[in-house]
């Protein structure tokens, strides 16, 4: 069962802009985490968020999570074309993950 | 350098016939995961195991079995009953019980029917 689902399904952008993908989710959870997959390759964990932290920071990302409201987003400032990719968010509540479906980003140079 | 070795990175199956997918870890982690991933979708999960001669059945078991007689090691075998196997398939593992913490991906497996 999808509990995760990002929004929104496709991002474009341009090289230097901020780009920021939502994610909500149904149940409570204990923690939330962002991954990113190059085209054909496996996901790469790029932050997980638990469910008594608001926000979280890793370089260029910005991690936010609203538990009244089932939400998360993820902001990648001053964007470059390396960071194409498709970025899914995962929600636990036990010992597994559930995925969204993802949002892909394009970052035109 | 530790990690994932995901094989082959191609599998073609023919009607009628079970295949193998590989996937061994040198991470010393304890929790090993199957995922399938079709086109524009997101992950899937097949089976886990938290602990070695253990495993569970995760949302979509049917047509598949796996094995977990090593630490370093879980594969996949796609059996005749799977109707439908046609996907990307992912291995990744993490440290440890309980909660789910950060997982460690492979490069994945296509498999295609022939």
């Known amino acids: 069962s999808q509990q995760g689902e990002e929004d929104p399904q496709a991002l474009s952008i341009q090289e230097g802009e901020n780009a920021t993908m939502n994610c909500s989710y149904k149940t409570s959870i204990n923690n939330l985490q962002w991954y990113r997959q190059n085209s054909g390759r496996g996901l790469v964990h790029l932050i997980l968020?638990?469910?008594?932290?608001r926000e979280k920071h890793s370089g260029r990302l910005r991690v936010t999570l609203d538990t009244s409201k089932k939400s998360s987003s993820l902001l990648i400032t001053a964007s470059r074309a390396a960071d194409t990719a498709s970025y899914f968010c995962?929600?636990?509540?036990?010992?597994?993950?559930?995925f969204g479906k993802g949002t892909k980003l394009t970052v035109n140079p | 350098d530790g990690g994932i070795t995901q094989s082959p990175k191609y599998l073609f199956r023919k009607e009628g016939q079970n295949v193998t997918l590989s996937c061994e870890q040198n991470?010393?982690?304890?929790?090993m995961y199957w995922y399938r991933q079709d086109p524009g979708q997101g992950l899937r999960l097949i089976y886990y195991?938290?602990?070695?001669?253990?495993?569970q059945k995760g949302d979509i078991a049917e047509g598949y079995s796996v094995s977990r007689e090593k630490k370093e090691s879980f594969p996949l075998t796609v059996t005749s009953a799977q109707k439908n196997p046609t996907a990307f398939y992912l291995c990744?593992?993490?440290?440890?019980?309980?909660?789910?913490?950060?997982?460690?991906f492979g490069d994945g497996t296509r498999l295609s029917i022939l």
């Open positions: 968020i638990r469910s008594n932290e």
């Open positions: 195991s938290q602990i070695v001669n253990d495993f």
């Open positions: 990744a593992s993490s440290i440890g019980q309980g909660i789910a913490q950060p997982q460690h």
């Open positions: 991470l010393n982690h304890d929790a």
């Open positions: 995962a929600t636990s509540r036990s010992e597994k993950l559930v």
